[in-house]
């Protein structure tokens, strides 16, 4: 009677703990698949074939990883400065994370494409792009644009045109150069569950930007 106890004791563990673990795989893959699926077709890879837009959204990065420049941060400059090179974009709002004094995303950002020609009064600063639901949201909310271009790495692009979907604005997305698989493997796996962290905040949680403050005209 004892072993038919814990037996029984033995399969409902197996209900109740491995298979919840099996429903949230398959969510990570699934939103994974929903969120790619839904936005490639409007990811852009050549600066001469993007349609043209007022501004461009850059995401932010930090500068420094590893001891040494950040690749990411690194592409996504250049891409955003070729983007505005080619005409592409007339402005750029550059938004990313500025929590604490000392670690200030934007303006490091805004040098490096200041020294790759792209003039002071076309770059506006969103100090408040904690996320990038952060940013894709006020960049309509806060600096009132509909139609704007993301730049990012691809990942990252179709994370952000999912949430700019949901929201109702008409986005594409250059894609910044990748980095070397070898240096972007924890950023690889962290996108996993950062796209299920995305479907949940926009159709469960019903997430809102952390601050989102007065409009700025551009």
Known sequence: MRKLFDLLKAKRM????????????????????WVKNATTKFCYNDVKSIPENKVGLLLGTSKI???????FFKYRIEAAASLFA???????????????ANYN???????????LGVPDSCITLDYAGFRTLDSVVRCEKVFGQTNFTIISQ????????????????????FNAKD???KYSTKTTIREYF?????????????????????????
């Not at 080619?86 to 929590?99: C, L």
């Not at 995303?105 to 020294?115: F, I, T």
């Not at 990252?156 to 999912?162: C, I, M, P, S, V």
């Open 194 to 218: 950062a796209r299920a962290k995305c479907v949940l905040d926009i159709y469960l949680l019903h997430t809102e930007p952390k601050f989102l403050g007065e409009k700025i005209v551009i």
């Open 86 to 100: 080619e005409g592409k974009i007339k402005h750029i709002i550059v938004s990313g994370d500025n929590h604490i």
């Open 14 to 33: 197996v209900r109740f703990v491995y298979i919840p673990f099996i429903l949230a795989i398959i969510f990570v893959f699934t939103s994974n698949s």
């Open 154 to 173: 691809p990942f990252h692009n179709e994370r952000a045109l999912f949430i700019a979907a949901k929201s109702g604005l008409n986005c594409v997305a």
């Open 105 to 115: 995303e934007p303006e490091e950002m805004k040098n490096e494409l200041m020294k």
């Open 65 to 71: 990883a590893r001891g040494g420049i950040n690749l």
């Open 179 to 181: 980095v070397p698989s």
